[in-house]
């Protein structure tokens, strides 16, 4: 089992900034950040596989920024210049499996789920 902890979320002004952290309580191969607004599926924001290679999507290139630091086991998605509709719970996901695409945005490649972080981003 992994353990997920999310932390830093907020409520910020568009154009704002917030730094969201996600500390793992094991290794993990792949780690990434996903977000759900009310009404909406869930999706991807952001992941980071075993070889170190990124994927964004494409509503936050540009403005996200992912970064880990492997001796710690964290991640971290700096993220700039929010707007309204990135409004969402934030969830940091992980697995332990080798991904035959990778890295991912998809949440079903992913076993392990934190509970949360809120970003709340007013006009």
């Known amino acids: 089992q992994v353990q997920l902890v999310e932390s830093g979320g907020d409520s910020v002004q568009a154009g704002g900034s917030l730094r969201l952290s996600c500390a793992a309580s094991?290794?993990?191969?792949?780690m990434g950040w996903f977000r759900q607004a009310p009404g909406k599926e869930r999706e991807g924001v952001a992941s980071?596989?075993?070889?170190?290679?990124?994927v964004y999507a494409d509503s936050v290139k540009g403005r996200f920024t992912l970064s880990q630091d492997n001796a710690k086991n964290m991640l971290y998605l700096q993220m700039n210049s929010l707007k309204p509709e990135d409004t969402a719970m934030y969830y940091c996901?992980?697995?332990?499996?080798?991904?035959?695409?990778?890295?991912?945005?998809?949440?079903?490649?992913?076993?392990?789920w934190g509970q949360g972080t809120q970003v709340t981003v007013s006009t």
């Open positions: 996901a992980a697995t332990r499996l080798v991904l035959r695409q990778a890295p991912s945005l998809r949440p079903g490649d992913f076993g392990y």
């Open positions: 094991k290794y993990t191969v792949s």
């Open positions: 980071i596989d075993s070889a170190g290679r990124y």
